[in-house]
């Protein structure tokens, strides 16, 4: 019997319960009780606050058909502990669901190799879920903890803090016009750029560090702009931006000007740290990023009042739409 | 303008921001900070651990289109909240992951009425979550609290425990065959039997006054017989369980006895807690369920070994299949 014939054959014997123990249950070292039970049990250390963030993702929205299973399995818990870095929360464990159009043993493997690949790297269990058969879906709700009255917000920027991003902007969004045909790209920039698009790295050490550092934190997932005005309101503050002073990579870097403007300013899918930090922090937010091995980056300044400023680095005023990614409106 | 060509306009109109403002944010009370933030934040309190479950209704396999969106957010937390009633688990907080296939307003005020509906009568507070355009899917995760050590698991049954169930078995399958045209049912039995189907109601109260009475519970999700063998699986023992004793509504009473016996051995869709408790506990599993307003029934007695003996009032033994319903076999 060739190959394919045994994968077919066993896909079609892949039964809901033999699934989840053959892909998704693995021994919990930190929970006191994992897969298997109606509810998982978590033990919380004595003088923690849980962090909790629930991700959901759909073909077409937020993957690509084409993405490799193990890249979509990496993303789908990557989204997740990047809300938990944004809080400066320390992962602990997290729940699957997932709707499958058919118990797919191919697929399945890929997608459970990413998963626990990035989960163990960032010592996050599995602890339960659900399976079920429908269109794909994936959602995934993470739980971290931090120190109580610890959590970075949204709402602590003040006038004056320095606004900071980690590594670079852009490119995720820059791969998604490769895909859908508006940039034409070499071979190797566009490999480059999917990578970013497919394999984000939440920045989960880096918001651990920023705890008692950084005033406010958000992570960049729906664009730069969309998510500095989350900031803006929640803190009732300005800002002042520099579009020259944006993090980029060598590959977007080498696209049109305006192609650039574009991905920095409305890229979304970008899992950077976007936060604020009063300006004496500023040593101590470098050192912050030295510890975690992740470049941060200037970008800006927040300001009284609540107008958004977009400049180029000689201080020109530029016109830019305000709006982040909004997955009702057109 | 008229009613249909506002709703239309509004429709339109209903960003993902606006949506999530609308008809999903609350003031939390318990938690430390809700919706409208990368995580939510949680304070356990001292002493407690932790129950978490997630599960993810998909339309055609866990409700039908002609559902009333009220009905639907009821039921889509109520699956939830039982996970953490077979626990033992207080409620506390809750995730909510939507994919739509559009921001329909109608829809969105009946499903966020049903599940707020739920929520408030059992203290449980929306805190976080995510909406996302694509096929119909509901994805909850729920968080309950135990104190540590007393989350009730499956795998306590020992041999001697007496064999509980709460409530009636078997009206959501009858209603489901009834809607697949199987069954032909009059108005007003159809209706109740539908009702059953789509309003279940999570014991949550009896799965907390269990704790430290019942050896292992269970939520019946799948079937009675499937959900039994989990406990027998896990529990490393065998039943013995009188189909006669099992607790029935009128409504399923008035059918053929065939299709009684199918409906509540493999019905699914319950929601009803099965446990075991030791025979000196018997009256204060009375006692429990006396405390918590629902009916339990005795229906059987855990034995050694790993059989299930399916047995009539007389004892006499019946042939049935044991599995549960499984999402990827026909």
């Known amino acids: 019997m060739n190959q394919r014939r045994r994968s077919h054959n066993v896909r079609m014997a892949l039964g809901e319960f033999e699934l989840i123990e053959r892909f998704f249950t693995r021994p919990v070292r930190r929970a006191v009780l994992g897969v298997g039970d109606d509810c998982a049990v978590l033990a919380p250390a004595p003088g923690m ?11 077409g929205r937020h993957f690509l058909s084409t993405v490799a299973p193990q890249r979509l399995g990496h993303k789908a818990l990557a989204v997740n502990l990047s809300d938990l870095a944004a809080c400066g929360a320390e992962p602990l464990a997290f729940t699957l669901a997932l709707a499958l159009p058919r118990a797919d043993e191919v697929f399945l493997q890929g997608f459970a190799d990413g998963l626990w690949a990035l989960a163990e790297r960032h010592g996050i269990e599995l602890v339960g879920g659900d399976t079920t058969a429908g269109p794909l879906n994936i959602c995934i709700t993470a739980i971290g903890q931090v120190p109580a009255g610890q959590a970075l917000l949204r709402s602590g920027a003040r006038p004056g803090d320095e606004l900071w991003v980690s590594g670079t902007l852009g490119d995720a969004r820059a791969a998604l016009e490769g895909f859908r045909g508006t940039l034409d790209l070499p071979g190797t920039t566009f490999a480059a750029l999917r ?15 920023l705890r008692g ?9 729906d664009g730069l702009l969309g998510d500095l005005g989350h900031v803006l309101r929640r803190s009732a503050v300005g ?8 993090p980029r990579s060598a590959q977007l870097a080498a ?42 980056s200037c970008i800006g300044r927040i300001e009284p ?6 400049t180029d680095g000689r201080g020109q005023a530029l016109e830019v739409k305000r709006g982040g990614f909004d997955h009702f409106k057109p």
Request: aromatic content about 2%; proline content about 4%.
């Open 213 to 221: 550092v950084a005033s406010s934190a958000i992570d960049v997932s």
């Open 255 to 296: 696209l049109p000007a305006t192609v650039q403007q574009e991905c920095l300013l409305h890229g979304g899918d970008d899992y950077e740290l976007l936060f604020t930090a009063a300006p004496v922090r500023h040593d101590a937010v470098l050192a912050a990023a030295r510890e975690a091995g992740v470049a941060v």
């Open 195 to 209: 990578r970013a698009m497919e394999l984000p790295e939440p920045r989960v050490v880096l918001g651990q560090r």
């Open 239 to 246: 800002a002042r931006l520099d579009v020259d002073a944006l």
């Open 305 to 310: 009042g609540r107008e958004l400023v977009v």
């Open 49 to 59: 606050q849980l962090c909790v963030s629930s991700d959901m993702l759909v073909e």
